[in-house]
């Protein structure tokens, strides 16, 4: 888990001004966030400069502009630039995102990060027998009569397959659950609306569980 950006302006948009801090995590797979940091170290994901070829470059050949010349392999010399031997986990997992590979980019221009995305695309997208998962903790904790506790609110939501997956159904079924309140008149709110009031979570948490889709609670004495 590592912090996601600054958490603090959830405190005003929720109604949380009496709190001390508020913080958000992401949960990754282990050196992800190790990986990653390869590409942004070496300007990578730099998504100002837009460059123009005349003809498709490869994977290899995209790599290859972030890298000096000299002696040894480009994967050699890659993992110097990065502090790590060829057989780390780190490039591993590079290797396996296929930035050394020499199959051809289909574009010719664009920033790096265009083109970076583009490779990665390519392993990063969902298979037709694959499905996906979410996992969402909300932790607090208070002090109540001089006591310390902790309320865990989470959910888990697994996707039924490659398309009707658990990220699709929780971004869209909220959505579309609000434009059905709002049709029928329960919701008179109009424009844009941050959905904190009750008026917006309270039916579509109640149309989500019986998607299947609902928060378990847990409270502890600390």
Request: proline share 3%.
């Amino acid at each position: 888990a590592y912090y996601n950006r600054n958490s603090l302006k959830y405190i005003e948009a929720y109604g949380l001004n009496q709190v001390e801090s508020v913080i958000r995590y992401t949960l990754r797979r282990k050196d992800f966030c190790e990986a990653w940091n390869a590409f942004v170290e070496l300007g990578m994901t730099d998504n100002l400069f837009e460059f123009n070829f005349a003809a498709p470059i490869t994977h290899r050949d995209f790599t290859r502009m972030f890298i000096r010349t000299g002696s040894g392999s480009l994967e050699e010399r890659f993992a110097k630039a990065i502090g790590k031997s060829t057989d780390h986990p780190v490039m591993q997992k590079l290797q396996w995102l296929g930035i050394f590979n020499s199959e051809p980019l289909q574009m010719q221009s664009g920033t790096s990060a265009k083109f970076l995305q583009k490779i990665i695309e390519k392993k990063w997208t969902i298979e037709a027998h694959e499905r996906d998962a979410i996992y969402m903790a909300h932790v607090c904790y208070y002090e109540l009569n001089n006591e310390l506790f902790k309320r865990k609110s989470y959910l888990a939501v697994e996707g039924d397959d490659y398309h009707k997956t658990a990220m699709a159904k929780t971004v869209g079924l909220p959505l579309a659950i609000a434009v059905s309140e709002f049709l029928k008149g329960n919701i008179s709110a109009k424009g844009v609306q941050i959905p904190c009031g009750k008026i917006f979570y309270e039916p579509i948490l109640k149309a989500l569980e019986l998607e299947g889709i609902a928060f378990d609670e847990v409270l502890e004495k600390k």
